[in-house]
C-alpha cells in the first residue's frame, strides 16, 4: 500500500546514505536489494552504504533491519579540492552553504517527518524532533520490571493513517526551524579540525536559511561528512542513536540489533531450521530472528538466572506490542537455563549455532575462556546437525578462538570471517561449517579422550618459540 | 516451553543412557496464537521424533502415532501440528527423567536444566 498523500505530484529520486555495522556493508547492500530493489554503493568511508531511491518509495527506508541510521545526500564530491591553509578552505566551506542543491533533500526531509508522525508518537517531544523507525527505550540496568517507554512502531514500516497526528503538520512550517551541524572527519591531510568545519559551515547554513542554531532541541540535522578527499553533506532521518529496537530489558552486554540482524543473515536461516543460542544473555539475537527469519525456530539458553529471565521479558514484551496491534502474538521461541557445556539437547538435531561469546573483558575473564571455548565448541558440534549445519560466532577473543577452532578441523570449517566493531573493541564474527564427521569419532576426539589438554600452554610454548 | 521444544529437550543425567523424551508434568498450559506456516511445519515433521510427539501429548490430541504418506498436502493435518508445536505452551510443571526420575522444574515457560555437581 502507498503512502500518497505527502508527496507532491512528481516523484524525485535522491540518495539515500546509511549507517551500518562496520564489516557488514555488504550484508546491508544485500537487503537493500531485496527489500528497495536498487543497488547500493559501499562507501570507502568504512560503515556506510548509499542507494538511490524514489520518494514514493520512501517508508521502504524504515523497513531496513540492517541500518543504523539513515540519512538524504545533499550533495557529494568524490575529489574535494581542499585549500592548503585553514582559513581558506574554512572559508569555501561557509561559500559552499549557499550554493548546495538543498530543495531535494529538505522535501525529503520533509516527507519522512510526515512518515513518522503517522506511524503514531505516544509522547508530545520538544516540538517535531525526529525519532529513529526503531525503539528507544530506556535501559534499567539491573531491575526486571523497568517501565519502557517506547516512541514509535517497529513491526509493520507502513504508515499507520489511522493515527491522528496530520493537524499538527501545519503548524511547524510556520514556526522557526531549528537546527545543528554535526561534522565527521577523518584523514590526515586537512588543515582544520571537526569542530571548526562545523562551526563555520553551520554558521554560513544559518545565514543562509535564518534557522536558529540549537545543538540540543533541533528539527534539522545536516551532516558533514569528510573522509580524506570524499565530502558528503546531508540531512539526517533518523536520530544518533543506538538501535536497540527490540530489547526494553537491558544487560551487561546487550548487542545492538543491527549486528543481530547482520550475524542472522549470514547463515541464511531457512524455513523449519532450528536455531540455537546457547549463550543467548538478554536474547537479542534470536528474538531479532524470531521476528525478522521467522520461519525458523529459535531456542535462546544460558545458565544465567538473570539472563534467561530477561530474555523472556524481552519476548514478552513484543509479543503484548504485537497483541496490542491485533496481530497473532505468537513468536516461534523458547527459552531454557542450561549449561552450555553440557547442553539437554538431542546429538545432531540442530541446523544452527548462534552467539556471542563471552569476551573476557566485561563478561567472564581471557583465563576462563581457554577452558570454555574448546568445551563450548565440542558441545556446539555434537548438537549441530553434520554435513549442513552452521554456526555463527562473534568473539573479541580472536586468539584463543582460533587456537581452539585450528584443533577441531574434523567438526568445523571456517567459512568466512567478518571483522566488526563491538562497543570499540576489535572482534570476529566466524562463519562456520559442521563437517559431514559423526560426533565421537574424528581423531581429535580420540585424542582428547586420552587426557585433559591445556590449550593455554600450547600458546604460551608457541609463543616463546616465535 | 513448546512441544517442539521438548522434542529436542534431552537429560543429560551422569549415567543415563535412555534419557528421552522426557515425561511432561504440567501444572499450567496455555496457548497462544502463532502464524501459520505450512512450509515450516512439512519441514520440520521429518526432523522431530514423532513418537515422543505423540506421547507428550497423551490422549489429548487426536494424532496419528505413524505419519500418512502425503501428509505435506494436508493442510488441517499440518494445521494440527502446527498447533501443538508452537501454540501449546507448558508455563509452569517439570520434566521428569525418564530413567533417574530426575525432575526439571519449569517456570514461567522456562524449563531449568542444570544439574547438580554431583550429577555432572
Known amino acids: ?466 | 516451553m513448546k512441544l517442539l521444544t521438548h522434542n529436542m529437550l534431552t537429560s543429560h543425567v551422569k549415567g543415563v543412557t535412555k534419557g528421552y523424551p522426557l515425561l511432561i508434568k504440567a501444572t499450567e498450559v496455555k496457548v497462544n496464537e502463532v502464524d501459520f506456516n505450512p512450509q515450516f511445519v512439512s519441514r520440520m515433521i521429518p526432523k522431530l521424533e514423532w513418537s515422543a510427539l505423540v506421547q507428550a501429548l497423551g490422549q489429548r490430541q487426536d494424532l496419528p502415532g505413524e505419519l500418512v504418506a502425503d501428509y505435506e498436502k494436508d493442510d488441517e493435518f499440518l494445521k494440527k501440528v502446527h498447533r501443538v508445536l508452537l501454540e501449546v505452551e507448558v508455563v509452569e510443571g517439570c520434566l521428569q527423567c525418564p530413567e533417574s526420575g530426575r525432575e526439571f522444574p519449569i517456570s514461567r515457560g522456562i524449563p531449568n536444566m542444570l544439574l547438580n555437581e554431583d550429577e555432572v
Not at chain 1, 38 to 48: E, I, M, N, Q, W
Not at chain 1, 436 to 450: C, H, K, L, N, W
Open chain 1, 1 to 466: 500500500m502507498q503512502n500518497k498523500d505527502s508527496t507532491a505530484s512528481d516523484t524525485i529520486t535522491v540518495t539515500i546514505g546509511a549507517t551500518v555495522p562496520t564489516g557488514f556493508e555488504h550484508t546491508a547492500a544485500e537487503e537493500v536489494h531485496e527489500k528497495i530493489g536498487v543497488d547500493a554503493h559501499v562507501s570507502k568511508d568504512r560503515g556506510r552504504i548509499y542507494f538511490p531511491i524514489t520518494t514514493d518509495k520512501l517508508f521502504q527506508v524504515h523497513l531496513l533491519r540492517s541500518v543504523d541510521n539513515l540519512f538524504v545526500v545533499v550533495d557529494e564530491y568524490d575529489h574535494y579540492p581542499f585549500k592548503e591553509s585553514k582559513g581558506e578552505t574554512l572559508n569555501e566551506l561557509q561559500e559552499l552553504a549557499s550554493k548546495l542543491p538543498w530543495t531535494n533533500a529538505l522535501e525529503v526531509w520533509r516527507l519522512n517527518r510526515t512518515l513518522k508522525k503517522k506511524k503514531g508518537y505516544r509522547k508530545g517531544g520538544n516540538g517535531p524532533k525526529l525519532k529513529p523507525s526503531s525503539e528507544t527505550t530506556e535501559a534499567d540496568g539491573e531491575q526486571e520490571e523497568a517501565a519502557v517507554e517506547s516512541q514509535t512502531e517497529v513491526e509493520s514500516g507502513m504508515p499507520d493513517t489511522s493515527s491522528t497526528q496530520d493537524a499538527v503538520e501545519a503548524a511547524p512550517e510556520a514556526k522557526v526551524i531549528r537546527f545543528r551541524v554535526t561534522c565527521s572527519r577523518a584523514g590526515d591531510k586537512h588543515s582544520f579540525s571537526s569542530n571548526e568545519a562545523a562551526r563555520d559551515f553551520g554558521g554560513a547554513v544559518q545565514e543562509f536559511f535564518q534557522w536558529k542554531a540549537d545543538m540540543t532541541k533541533f528539527d534539522i540535522e545536516v551532516l558533514l561528512n569528510i573522509h580524506n578527499e570524499e565530502v558528503v553533506i546531508g540531512i539526517a532521518l533518523t536520530e544518533e542513536s543506538l538501535h536497540r529496537r527490540n530489547i526494553s530489558h537491558f544487560g551487561p552486554t546487550t548487542l545492538r540489533s543491527t549486528l543481530c540482524y547482520g550475524m542472522l543473515r549470514l547463515c541464511k536461516p531457512q524455513p523449519s531450521d532450528i536455531i540455537l543460542d546457547p549463550m543467548c544473555g538478554t536474547g537479542a539475537i534470536p528474538l531479532e530472528g524470531a521476528i525478522e527469519f521467522n520461519s525458523s525456530f529459535y531456542i535462546a539458553g544460558d545458565n544465567n538466572d538473570m539472563a534467561v529471565n530477561r530474555t523472556v521479558n524481552n519476548v514478552c514484551h513484543i509479543q503484548k506490542r504485537r497483541a496490542d496491534k491485533g496481530s497473532a502474538s505468537g513468536l516461534p521461541i523458547d527459552t531454557v537455563r542450561w549449561d552450555l557445556c553440557s547442553l539437554p539437547i538431542r546429538t545432531s538435531s540442530v541446523d544452527v549455532l548462534i552467539t556471542d561469546m563471552p569476551f573476557g573483558k566485561r563478561m567472564g575473564s581471557k583465563k576462563k575462556n581457554w577452558d570454555l571455548y574448546p568445551n563450548c565448541l565440542r558441545e556446539m558440534a555434537r548438537v549441530c546437525r553434520p554435513g549442513s549445519g552452521k554456526a555463527v560466532l562473534l568473539t573479541q577473543d580472536k586468539k584463543c578462538f582460533s587456537k581452539a577452532i585450528s584443533r577441531m578441523g574434523g567438526l568445523w570449517r571456517k567459512v568466512h570471517t567478518v571483522w566488526v566493531n563491538v562497543g570499540g573493541l576489535h572482534a570476529g564474527v566466524y562463519l562456520l561449517r559442521r563437517t559431514g564427521a559423526v560426533f565421537g569419532q574424528t581423531p581429535e576426539d580420540i585424542y582428547e579422550s586420552r587426557g585433559t589438554v591445556n590449550i593455554q600452554e600450547e600458546v604460551k610454548n608457541e609463543n616463546e618459540l616465535s
